[in-house]
Nanobody
Framework: QVQLVESGGGLVQAGGSLRLSCAASGRTFSSYAMRWFRQAPGKEREFVAAISWDGVTTYYADSVKGRFTISRDNAKNTVYLQMNSLKPEDTAVYYC??????????????????WGQGTQVTVSS
């Protein structure tokens, strides 16, 4: 059974930084791409960042490009999201996602897969 556990959220002032972590278990972590999504109150869940199973390929939502960095440590079964220069509009619950397909990097619009419980990020102005 796949389990994804996010951590690292919190309250930070605008311009600050946070690093989110997502620890995965239940499948061979190094065989699956990983993604981060977020959902702000009253809004739909939106794509944030993705990384291929081998860490070679990454891509980002335009709204976070240049500020956020996704990375992974396959030895620790963990994916990270380093968030710098945070803005109030980054406030949301952040979720990690693992696709169901092996060695497949989904498009940002695909929402299938396994999800964690989320971690709250609040950026004050």
């Amino acid at each position: 059974q796949v389990q994804l556990v996010e951590s690292g959220g919190g309250l930070v002032q605008a311009g600050g930084s946070l690093r989110l972590s997502c620890a995965a278990s239940g499948r061979t972590f190094s065989s699956y791409a990983m993604r981060w999504f977020r959902q702000a109150p009253g809004k739909e869940r939106e794509f944030v960042a993705a990384i291929s199973w081998d860490g070679v390929t990454t891509y980002y939502a335009d709204s976070v490009k240049g500020r956020f960095t996704i990375s992974r440590d396959n030895a620790k079964n963990t994916v990270y999201l380093q968030m710098n220069s945070l803005k109030p509009e980054d406030t949301a619950v952040y979720y990690c996602n693992q696709p169901t397909r092996l060695h497949y990097l989904p498009l940002r619009t695909e929402v299938a897969g396994f999800w964690g419980q989320g971690t709250q990020v609040t950026v004050s102005s």
